[in-house]
């Protein structure tokens, strides 16, 4: 008589028996491999001649924990319906194609930018040309024109500039004053040296000389010159066209003198009217040297006195 067949809790089972109907639990001694398919048809779907899908036949005590456990970590529950149902396979782990749909847009919306700047660049490259080519301008140039003011001139700069020009009527004067002075002392001796129709011409070209003079003064602006400089000048060749007028009158009187012409005539009426104009114009030349060598020294002009005027 075969020995019983019990689990390990003890409940008895009959053979050819794998698992403990009772409990579930396999039943030790059973050496023979076993058909789990025969124990519990149709726990694996109903396959064809009650074999697992996969065929697969498990051998009592050979790895197989309690609660019927097999190799693959599935749980078996014997006398159920999910008896027998296959492994599930864990979940895998996420694989790296996921990301490269994500670097496709990227890359997808990098070029739409880059796209869309070059084609606003050229957009504006072609207005910018479009200005130029009708209106003969860069488009960021203003149209309207702005008047440049004429560079400022320092105090000092203006009065340099015309006391320059104040100097070069002083040099015609002073070559009018010599030509006087020679006549003057010509007549004095009766025209010994050049003749009294000569110096009485001489005379009438140094007034014609001064009073040239003057009428150039009032064309220029002096205003920077020193107050009252100019008045003074006007004054003295004023009075030395009049002073060069009557001393002309007096080589005429000396020379058409039926007495002849007398040296040093200091008694002939041209000669004292000459003399009282000379006078005006000495004072006035004195007053205006000293008011011009002051400037004439500041910006290294030439500097005169009153005689040479």
């Not at 789990?36 to 036949?57: C, E, H, L, W, Y």
């Not at 002309?248 to 058409?256: M, N, R």
Request: with cysteine; hydrophobic share 35%; aromatic share 6%.
């Amino acid at each position: 008589m075969p020995p019983e067949l019990r689990c390990p809790a003890g409940h008895l089972n009959d053979r050819p028996a794998v698992f403990c109907t009772t409990c579930g639990a396999p039943l030790p001694g059973a050496g023979d491999e076993v058909d789990v398919t025969r124990i519990n048809p149709g726990a694996f779907g109903g396959a064809p001649d009650g074999m697992s899908p996969t065929g697969t036949v498990y051998m009592p005590g050979t790895g197989v924990g309690p609660g019927g456990i097999p190799p693959t970590g599935t749980v078996y529950t014997p006398g159920n319906a999910g008896y027998g149902v296959p492994p599930v396979e864990p979940p895998r782990k996420s694989s790296g194609r996921k990301v490269w749909p994500i670097v496709v847009i990227a890359v997808l919306a990098l070029l739409v930018v880059g796209l869309g700047t070059a084609v606003a660049l050229t957009s504006s490259k072609s207005r910018s040309v479009d200005a130029v080519a009708t209106t003969g301008t860069p488009a960021t140039t203003s149209s309207t024109s702005t008047t440049v003011p004429p560079p400022t001139v320092a105090p000092s700069n203006v009065e340099q500039q015309q006391a320059t020009v104040l100097q070069g009527l002083l040099q015609q004067s002073t070559s009018d004053r010599s030509q006087v002075v020679s006549a003057y002392d010509d007549i004095v001796n009766c025209g010994s040296s050049e003749g009294l129709s000569e110096d009485e011409q001489v005379m009438n070209q140094a007034q014609s000389s001064r009073q040239s003079l003057v009428n150039q003064l009032d064309t220029l602006s002096l205003g920077a010159l020193p107050g009252g400089m100019i008045t003074d000048l006007v004054n003295a060749w004023n009075a030395s066209a009049s002073a060069d007028g009557y001393y002309a009158g007096w080589a005429a009187d000396e020379s058409s003198n039926i007495n002849g012409c007398t040296d040093d005539d200091t008694s002939d009426s041209n000669f004292q009217a000459a003399s009282s104009s000379d006078t005006t114009a000495t004072d006035a030349k004195e007053t205006f040297a000293g008011l011009w060598n002051p400037v004439a020294q500041q910006f290294n002009l030439t500097q005169y006195q009153a005689s040479q005027l």
